[in-house]
């Protein structure tokens, strides 16, 4: 099982350039998440998906949508980048919703804006 | 709003050492704490999930201590080796957001053969 992936690894964009990070997991989970990583920041909730078809709004959602195409994909989407969503996103899944269980992590996506 | 601070920031230790990584929270109403370990350019690797009846787990050279009434987690890891090297974070549920984790800024460990 490759668990989750996520793609691309690196990203640089332009401010108000728009890109779309990719998430995939094959361990058949409900519940799927999208988090930024900040030197001092720790990590923040964007967004999370408890279920197919559903999603809500984490700590900072501002700035980004999401689909959940399918159980296995969860992707994140930037309309208009701006420099202060230079981060390191991670995408997460698990199988239930919550904090109840493990929730397991993609390698990461490094992102800067310019 | 839950909040998770950990003590300390940093730590660097000669190898062979045990020691002990501090985690607080200020909502005691959890009904689980969970430590991950991140390496360098790399995602959480879940360590170990404490429910709030266990208040203690253990895998291997790693035991995680919970106390709800005070608001602290400690894991505790004996006789470290330079492969323990990597920053470790406490998480805690969320009253908010799909009761999900709120984690901590991450201790950063350094071993040193």
């Known amino acids: 099982n490759a668990g989750v992936t996520q793609t691309p690894k690196f990203q640089v964009l332009k401010t108000g350039q728009s890109m779309t990070l990719q998430c995939a997991q094959d361990m058949n989970h409900n519940s799927m998440y999208w988090y930024r990583q900040d030197p001092g920041m720790g990590l923040r909730l964007i967004y999370y998906s408890a279920s197919e078809g559903t999603t809500d709004k984490g700590e900072v959602p501002n700035g980004y949508n999401v689909s959940r195409l399918n159980k296995r994909e969860f992707s994140l989407r930037l309309e208009s980048a701006a420099p202060s969503q230079t981060s390191v996103y991670f995408c997460?899944?698990?199988?239930?919703?919550?904090?109840?269980?493990?929730?397991?992590f993609g390698p990461g996506t490094r992102l800067t804006v310019l | 709003k839950q909040e998770v601070t950990q003590i300390p920031a940093a730590l660097s230790v000669p190898e062979g050492e045990n020691l002990v990584l501090n985690c607080s929270f200020t909502d005691s109403a959890i009904y689980n704490l969970q430590w991950f370990r991140q390496d360098p350019g790399k995602g959480l690797t879940s360590l170990l999930l404490i429910q709030s009846s266990q208040r203690e787990q253990t895998s291997g050279r790693l035991n995680a201590s919970l106390d709800k009434s005070s608001g602290r987690s400690t894991l505790y890891i004996a006789a470290s080796q330079p492969g323990d090297s990597a920053t470790y974070l406490c998480a805690v549920p969320s009253r908010n957001y799909g009761q999900n984790f709120v984690f901590g800024p991450g201790t950063r460990l350094s071993v040193l053969p």
């Open positions: 997460a899944s698990s199988g239930t919703s919550g904090s109840a269980d493990t929730q397991y």
